[in-house]
């Protein structure tokens, strides 16, 4: 991660001399600001401001630069995204611009120097004193007022684009004097300071070209003798954001499941982290078309969050057996219940038994019908009967409790031999005893016979229905299928036909959109017909004779154009349609797994229900991603942008320079100097390199190196210009401010050289 | 406020004590034109570069011709290079599996492929 904030609150504000130069870059992406003559700005942040809502007081709030994400929790941003002051790379939203000046010069420790705690008041002392009362004080009050009256009183260089325009360093300036009261305001070019100070550490020369690509914006700046040549420089409107947001729309037109996982910050650093700049991208997209081995290697994959829905296993001997033994105790535990129940319930009985024998022992004893009747009547029983059929009911109870068979008039099957022993004896052999017996016999015989017969009968007839009834289900099939078969191919027609119709339609409604009927579109036949019709009768007029409506025919012509007489037909439902009705109403009666209108790609569509999410759903794979997004800065028509790309404005830049300076463009050539952040791509240098030696004449020294350090590197050239001697010369005073005003910022030129 | 959003001092205060007067009291909402911000467009509108003279570099003529060289055409969906170019949804492709994917695009994502390279149908 190369980016990294500091908003750290800086302690030594009050340290600094009040010449001493803050420099600020102010970057499209990125603010940085700190003292002149360090090597680090003290404090760096996000160029962007939010004013959420905070959620339990209900203010609005602003938040400058870019926090903790977790902070923001407690405010509610759904109505405001993050904002910039920037449109393109040019200051526009001072309101914003002030929230983030505001939120620099407090981290830098403006606010809480130490010289507050002196003046508890300093507004009423603020009343007190004019600004400009300040000469006359001693140093050290100077210091004093200095801080009490409110203000930052070091001068300022400030960074803005390549040609800005006036009214935007104006209220800048504005800004900067009149809020801040700041004595003297330097702007410079990012860009040069970048170029100086790599110029200073030898890495390029006094004379050569800065490409720079920022986050908004592309420059191409030359330099002459260390002095930029704004004349001969250009700009085309593509850095990192458009990288950046192209990969972002690619990202989630891919993955529309994973759109809330694609945020700004998260495609940022997919960015930096993965894309590249390929050498050729025609042969680079050619390995991936090929999707080879090497293409597999530079494919790369970011695996979201997932965690595997819960997998049913098939459960392991152990489950199993326990599961059974668990099973087994159960199933004990309720055979002993049922036993426990059994014996106490055959307890009670043979108890109620004993005491029903005893009861008829004593009444035995008991003699004369009246003592009897009294005697039950004090026991519960009408009569001796009731007391006995009691006893015999119990008994009964307490075998089948005891398990015993109870005798009951069970069928003894008797072989029919055994049965019907008598039949085949002859009649003389038999006393009249016996025949009487032999004739039932033989009656029992016949009726059992005939009864089975008739099962024999009833059985037939049930499998002949059986059978029947397999056939005429066959039948049915084949009748479904048949059915189901005319009904997919008459509502594919119908379909077909459908698509023909709203296609015809949508090229009639996309009139005013696309400009003509039908352009790329097809129409159907009537439909053609009369667009045929309308053109004749429009373009026609006046070609030789005008013979119309001589006949009575012509006039059916305006029936044809007319638009009811297609929409008719429409209405009416054809042949077909009625036709597919009747097999849809058949089916339904006889096949009832038949639904209408889900017989093609019901499967398709209910298959990714079911399927559980795997691991690769949660996967975001970037291929030709990898280099596509940052070809943007080559090819800006990738993304709609008609402009040349950073190779080609090298040549575009070098046609601008004065021609009359002998071998300029060959010295330009041989110091190319790459800096912004859009520089950070792996393959930057080789492929600018190849790129302007295509545009170049043969034997053109070219010489493409990368700033040391792209993105910092204009805050240190600006930082060391600040520190020089010479610096106070190049500002723009208050004093200046007031008396001049901001129309003559137009004619402020800085100079780089000093 | 949360101790913890107070701790980080995320919140910026309304008014800093190293101000000299704040951009909301200078120019009250609604009263002075001051706190309308010209856009980009209105900036350079107002700036009347054309009367300018052609040598001076100015915000706008530093810009950038169009390329020299055609557009290199690549498809819509792959990225990959595209002979091929649907006339209904104006997409580019380059094979024809593309193809049968972009023919099943709803129309939305259709026009979201378009408007990444500027060539989407605007209603107006």
């Known amino acids: ?754 | 406020m949360e101790r913890e959003v107070l701790e980080a001092e995320l919140v910026l205060p309304t008014h800093m004590k190293f101000k000299k007067i704040q951009m909301y009291d200078k120019y009250p909402k609604g009263q002075a034109r001051g706190r309308h911000w010209k856009h980009l467009k209105q900036i350079i509108q107002a700036e009347n570069y054309e009367n300018y003279p052609p040598h001076l570099p100015t915000y706008v003529n530093i810009e950038t011709p169009p390329s020299m060289h055609p557009g290199k055409k690549i498809c819509d969906i792959t990225g990959f290079e595209a002979p091929y170019f649907d006339p209904r949804t104006k997409l580019r492709y380059a094979n024809t599996e593309v193809f049968k994917t972009i023919r099943s695009l709803p129309n939305d994502y259709v026009q979201r492929y378009l408007a990444l390279r500027n060539a989407a149908v605007v209603l107006r």
């Not at chain 1, 509610?76 to 939120?103: H, K």
Request: hydrophobic residues 35%; glycine residues 6%; charged residues 30%.
């Open chain 1, 1 to 754: 991660m190369p980016f990294i904030s500091k908003i750290e609150r800086q302690s030594d504000y009050g340290s600094f001399n009040s010449s001493h130069p803050i420099v600020i870059d102010n970057g499209a992406s990125y603010f940085r600001i700190g003292w002149a003559g360090e090597n680090e700005p003290r404090v760096i942040f996000r160029n962007i401001v939010q004013r959420p809502r905070h959620k339990t007081t209900g203010e609005t709030v602003t938040v400058v630069g870019d926090h903790n994400p977790a902070l923001l929790k407690y405010f509610d941003c759904t109505r405001s995204g993050p904002r910039s002051a920037f449109e393109s790379n040019v200051v526009y939203q001072f309101e914003i611009m002030e929230y983030i000046l505001d939120f620099g010069f407090d981290r830098l420790g403006a606010d809480k120097s130490q010289f507050w705690s002196t003046y508890d008041n300093p507004v009423n002392c603020l009343d007190a004193l004019s600004a400009e009362a300040y000469p006359s004080c001693s140093p050290l009050n100077q210091y004093l007022f200095k801080s009490v009256a409110g203000q930052i009183d070091h001068p300022i260089l400030i960074t803005e684009c390549a040609c800005n325009p006036v009214q935007s360093r104006g209220k800048m300036a504005e800004l900067l004097f009149e809020s801040y009261g700041v004595p003297s305001v330097a702007f410079g070019v990012d860009a040069a300071f970048s170029y100086k100070y790599n110029q200073q550490l030898g890495i390029c020369n006094d004379t050569g070209l800065a490409i720079t690509s920022g986050f908004t914006t592309s420059h191409v700046i030359p330099f002459i003798n260390g002095e930029p040549v704004y004349e001969a420089c250009c700009r085309t409107n593509v850095g990192g954001y458009h990288v950046t947001d192209y990969l972002k729309q690619l990202l989630s037109l891919k993955y529309p499941h994973h759109i809330s996982k694609l945020t700004w910050e998260r495609v940022e650093e997919l960015k930096m982290e993965h894309c590249y700049i390929a050498a050729d991208y025609a042969s680079e997209v050619q390995l991936f078309q090929r999707g080879n081995k090497e293409a597999e290697n530079k494919t790369r994959c970011w695996q979201l969050p997932w965690t595997p829905s819960p997998v049913e296993e098939p459960p392991s001997e152990e489950e199993i057996a326990r599961k059974a033994a668990l099973k087994e105790k159960q199933s004990q535990r309720l055979r002993e219940m049922a036993e426990a129940k059994r014996s106490s319930k055959i307890n009670e009985l043979e108890n109620e038994l004993k005491g029903l024998e005893f009861l008829l022992e004593e009444l035995k004893d008991i003699e004369g019908d009246d003592e009897i009747v009294s005697f039950l009547a004090s026991r519960g029983y009408a009569s001796k009967r009731e007391a006995e059929s009691a006893f015999a009911k119990v008994t009964q109870s307490l075998r089948k409790a005891k398990g015993e068979q109870v005798p009951s008039e069970e069928k003894v099957d008797i072989s029919a031999a055994e049965k019907y022993y008598l039949i085949d004896i002859p009649d003389d052999e038999l006393s009249a005893e016996q025949l009487k017996e032999k004739r039932r016999q033989v009656f029992l015989k016949s009726t059992t016979e005939a009864r089975q017969r008739a099962k024999q009968r009833r059985l037939d007839e049930e499998l002949e229905k059986e059978k029947e009834k397999k056939l005429e289900e066959q039948k049915r099939m084949y009748v479904v299928f048949l059915l189901r078969a005319k009904y997919k191919e008459l509502s594919e027609k119908l379909e077909q036909r459908k698509r023909l119709k709203t296609n015809g339609n949508n090229a009639n409604g996309n009139n005013n959109v696309s400009g003509g009927v039908g352009r790329g579109e097809r129409l159907n036949a009537a439909q053609r017909e009369r667009m045929r019709l309308l053109t004749t009768a429009a373009f026609d007029r006046g070609k030789g004779e005008d013979t119309f409506g001589q006949r009575d025919e012509d006039w059916q012509l305006y029936k044809l154009m007319s638009r009811d007489n297609d929409d008719d037909d429409d209405d009416k439902p054809d042949h077909d349609e009625t036709e597919l009705a009747r097999i849809s109403s058949r089916l339904r009666e006889i096949d009832p797994t038949f639904f209408p209108g889900s017989e093609s790609g019901a499967s398709a569509s209910e298959a990714p229900h079911f399927r559980p999410l795997t691991k690769e759903d949660f996967q975001i794979i970037l291929g030709v991603e990898r280099f596509r997004c940052p070809e943007v800065l080559f090819n800006p028509n990738f993304i709609g942008i008609d402009q040349s790309g950073l190779d080609e404005m090298v040549g575009v830049s070098l046609r601008r320079l004065p021609s009359w300076v002998q071998g300029l463009e060959d010295k330009m050539t041989s110091s190319i100097l790459v800096t912004g952040g859009s520089s950070l791509y792996p393959g930057m240098g080789e492929r600018l390199e190849a790129g302007i030696q295509m545009i170049r004449p043969c034997g053109t020294p070219i010489k493409v190196v990368r700033a040391t350090d792209p993105i910092m590197d204009s805050w240190r050239g600006a930082s060391v210009y600040a520190a020089a001697m010479q610096f106070p010369q190049q500002t723009f005073s208050r004093m200046d401010y007031y008396e001049k005003g901001e129309d003559w910022l137009r004619s402020y030129k800085f100079r780089y050289t000093i």
